[in-house]
C-alpha cells in the first residue's frame, strides 16, 4: 500500500497518541470527514493500530516518534558525521538493504545511510519476511566500500556489528542483551533484532558492504502473528513505554559507524573477547543446519576467526563459517 501524503499528515496529527475528532482533523487537512475515515482506514495496513470512539474521535493504539534527520543528528558526534556521504529517510520502501544495494551498483559512494518508516517487503538473515511497521522500529541500512578487504575478512563484520548494538543500548540503560550467533539480537531467549550484511566485490578487494539492522522497539501482537520464533521489543525489555527513537538511532549510528570504518584495521580479532560475554549460544544443546544436513551437538562458543564451534555427541569439534543455528527448544 502506497503512503499518501495526505494519509501521512493524518498519521503526524495522530502521532501525539491522544484523540483528535473527524471534524478537527477534516479541517486541518482542509478535506471531508469521509476523505479522513478513508486515509484513517488503511492505517492497519501499515501495522498502525488505532481506536475509533463516537465523540472522541481517532487516536493511535500507541503514541509515535516519527524519524526526524534534524533530531537524529544531534546525538551525532562529529567524527560519524564525517563518515556519513548522505542520509536518507523513506517513508516507505521495499526494503532498506535492497535500496542500498542498488545504488552500490550504480556507483554511490562509502557512508550512505538509509532508513524507512515502514518496510513493505523487509529481508531478513536466509530470504525471510521482516516484519516491518510503519514509524514504531528501527529500520536501517548503511553502504559501505572497504578498499583493502575481500567478502571473506569481511565474514565476522555482522559479530562486530552485535557488539556495537550493544554499545549503543547500554548508553541508553538498555542491558540484558545477547547475542546469538552469528547475526541475531536477543533478550530473555527472544529475538530483538537482526543484523543482515551483504557484501560483494573481488575476492582480495576491494569490496561493498552493505549492512542492515532491524531493531523491534515496538511491534503489536496483530504485526507479530506472522513471527515464528519467540520475539521480543525494547519497550518490554526496558519497561520504558515510550522511547527516545530519534536519540536512539543517534547513538546507533555513532557505534556501528565507529565499528564499520574501523574494520578494515582491527578485524574481528578486536571484538571476540567482548562478543563472547553476550553469547547465548555458549554451553546450549543446539541444532546446526546446513543445506542438506543436520547437526546436533553441545556450542562451545567461537573460534578465533568468529566461527561457532559444536561438540558433536562423538566428542569432535567442528567450526562453522555460516548456517542456521537454533536452540533444541526453539
Known sequence: MHISQRQKSIIKLLADGAFHSGTELAATLGVSRSAVWKQINGLSDLGLGYASVSGKGYRLEKPLELLSQDQIYQGINSNTRELISSFEIHDQINSTNSYLMACARNNAPSGLIC??????????????????PFGNNIYLSILWRFQQSGPEVL?????????????????????????????????QGKKLGGILVEVSGESEGPCVAIIGLGLNLYLSETEAVTITQAWTDLTKVSGQNRLPRNQLVGTLLNQLIAVISGYEEVGIKAYLDEWRTYDCLKNRQATMRLANQQINGIVEGIDSNGLLLIKRPDGTVQAFASGEVTFNSE
Open 115 to 132: 532508513m524507512a518508516e515502514h518496510q513493505i517487503a523487509g529481508k531478513g538473515r536466509r530470504g525471510r519476511h521482516w516484519v516491518s
Open 155 to 187: 565474514s565476522g563484520l555482522s559479530l562486530a556489528i552485535g557488539i556495537a548494538v550493544i554499545r549503543a543500548l547500554k548508553q541508553h540503560h538498555i542491558h540484558n542483551i545477547e547475542l546469538k550467533w552469528p547475526n541475531d539480537i536477543y533478550s
